[in-house]
């Protein structure tokens, strides 16, 4: 297990909350990750797990594929789209492994 798998173990243990932020993303406010100085904090923390898993489940072109979804952006907001794609699939694939 990676140490971004235990550090989102950590942090998502209310089941609720993970079905939010699989239903409706992390734009609506999540504690942790709502703030560039969170966002970029936890990328820094946990950089290369976030890139080797956007590779896997986006492709070797992660960084175009997101800068897609809002045009052209600063290097803070990719890093915060990055954190909160991963936050997002990790609280998804939780989501669906309760309900199984």
Known sequence: MSRLTDALDERFTDLDEVKDVANHGCSGGVGGFIY????????????????DTLQVVIGDNYIEELSKLKGVITMRELMNMMVWYIVEDYCQSKSLLEAA
């Open 36 to 51: 560039h100085n969170e966002t970029l904090d936890f990328f820094n923390k946990h950089q290369e797990d976030i890139e």
